[in-house]
């Protein structure tokens, strides 16, 4: 390992351990007294990906002016995106911004108040670091780690440093969902007792970068850089471009897909985390030479550690060979369901009358209601060009820089679905059902601590 990437590693862990803050680090307290209701949030971008362009800066674009936040730079170890960034940028608002060769770059010119951090998954939390020393706010893509190493250094120095962290969890801002998580916490849908989960797709090319992967060479980025703590290895084109399909650059499907899903249960239920994980998979149709499973099931435990008789499980599958069945998220009580697909509580499969009578119980059966009917309405700039739940938690996020309140996505949202996403890759890598730590905050595969 060379000296500048263990002298990168060695800083991060020791910062998040609040040793080292860094030359920007101030305290919480005067970090609240520096953006004015008037001032104009000057923010970078942190990785101009794919995300960043077709979601991220059009939903900031969307509310920019109103709330008066400006981007002004990009990062990225990669030049051709740090060219495509600037250019986008010009192009969607007329303004030249700056280009940063990495974050470092950015942090140490310290012209900005916040960033967006649309890396790749294994660094969400790495970066969250960065930012959190150098006392910027961050809006952070999902997954926020893939490791409980990364996971626990990442949270710990964002409470240190009082920033305002949204986790891109983007359900979390949708009417629908809050709906959904005030109806459940009202008591009127019952103890939940199942939920089911799909996420579905027939695509081949999903994840996969094929022109770009011959295109780019390795003196275009910095590939030590890139790989931050994990294993060091020589230079592949395409752990760098479709790190999604490789081990431990990504767990794949757990950390980009169920995230989204797993993050409601957490929400709805009030549990932090799986009491256990069982999984299975494989790279059944798509050979590409890729690590991470073109299928996988999940099975999850939920429920109080000192009652093993009360909970509810969670069923998850994921397939990129078939599209049937789509995305699902349906929530089951001894009532009826809540079905986050089609937004609608109804009394299927509730208990019926003759059932009940049976055993000389009443029937239960849930009056039925459209959630986005019901839902809070929420007024937002029109012409984002990105989707409504990424618009709104975008403004979310804009919002609570300024008030200096609790985001839609705090950084426990983010810890909590990177303990289900570890637990299910540690079941899905060793064969072995995972459980969890509370005492060491460990995922345990078989009794033993899941690192790769």
Known sequence: MDKARRNF????????????????????????????????????????????????????NGHSKAQNFEIIGVSDIWNRRRDEGAAFIKELTGDKIKQWKNNEEMYDKDKIDAVLISTADFQHALHTVQAANAKKDVYCEKPFAETMDDARVGMKAVKDSGIVFQIGSQRRSGANYHRANDYIKSGDFGDIVMVEMT????????????????????????????????????????????????WPYSSGIPGQWMSHQIDTVHWF?????????????????????RKNFDTMSAVFDYGPDDDMSSGFQVTYSSRFTNSAGGTKEIYYSNAGELNLDTNKVSDNGGLSERHAKAMNMEPNKLKGFNLADDAPKVVTSANTGADNMTSLHMLNWMECVRSRKTTNGPIEAGYNHSIANIMTTAALRTGLKATFDEATQNVLAGGKVFKY
Do not use: C
């Open 9 to 60: 590693i060695k800083k991060t862990t020791l910062a998040s351990g609040g040793i080292i803050l860094g030359a920007n680090a101030m305290s919480a307290k005067s970090y609240n007294k520096i953006i004015g209701a008037n001032d104009r949030v000057r923010v970078g971008v942190a990785g101009f990906s794919n995300r960043a362009k077709g979601a991220l800066i059009p939903a900031f």
């Open 199 to 246: 996420w579905n797709v027939n695509q081949p090319g999903r994840w996969r970068l094929p022109q770009l992967t011959k295109e780019i060479r390795e003196s275009d980025v910095d590939w030590k850089r890139y790989q931050m703590n994990r294993p060091e290895a020589a230079w592949d084109p395409r752990k760098y471009l479709e790190y999604r399909l490789f």
């Open 269 to 289: 239920s009030g549990f932090n985390h799986p009491r256990s994980v069982a999984a299975n998979g494989g790279i059944y149709l798509w050979k590409d030479g």
